[in-house]
């Protein structure tokens, strides 16, 4: 099945299977590896990914329901129309020095994005909550909710 995708701002045309989860268009086929592959049963979040704007799990995400959709992987962040709330969180992940392995921060970031879009002054317990569902094998959760306090401060100066 062909299809055409925006991604990142720029328009793809590619080929694929009903039901081939977005996922592996965006890595196999365009080779943007900053979304990662973790669970595939959308558990973890690594694969975190922005669907006209809403964090979505790309590994359920399927490419026949993406038409007309505009998609953001981290690659894209910068050119996403939303760069005060995508430059605050990255400031402040790297200010904090939240990554200790890597692997799941990309969908971490694209999700706090996504709360800080919608919440720009989340409390800790609304953090968590939005926050639930992304996981990290390094447990730096901690850091990653500071980071998220941090970037709201950032976003307010």
């Given at each position: 099945m062909a299809i055409t995708l925006n991604l990142n701002?720029?328009?793809h045309a590619v080929e694929a299977e009903p039901g081939t989860p977005l996922l592996w268009v965006i890595r196999d086929e365009l080779k943007l590896t900053g979304t990662k592959f973790g669970c595939g049963v959308a558990a973890c979040g690594?694969?975190?990914v922005h669907l006209n704007g809403d964090p979505v799990r790309s590994?359920?995400?399927f490419i026949e329901d993406l038409d007309g959709a505009q998609i953001t992987t981290i690659e894209g962040l910068s050119a996403d129309?939303?760069?005060r709330v995508s430059d605050a969180v990255q400031s402040a992940w790297v200010e904090l020095d939240v990554v200790q392995c890597g692997y799941c921060q990309s969908g971490q970031i694209m999700s706090a994005i996504g709360l800080l879009s919608e919440n720009p002054k989340p409390?800790?317990?609304e953090i968590?909550?939005?926050m639930n569902g992304n996981a990290c094998r390094c447990a730096?959760?901690?850091r990653i909710r500071a980071a998220i306090q941090r970037a709201s401060e950032i976003m307010e100066a």
């Open positions: 701002g720029q328009t690594a694969c975190t590994c359920q995400t129309g939303n760069s409390s800790g317990a968590d909550d939005y730096t959760y901690q």
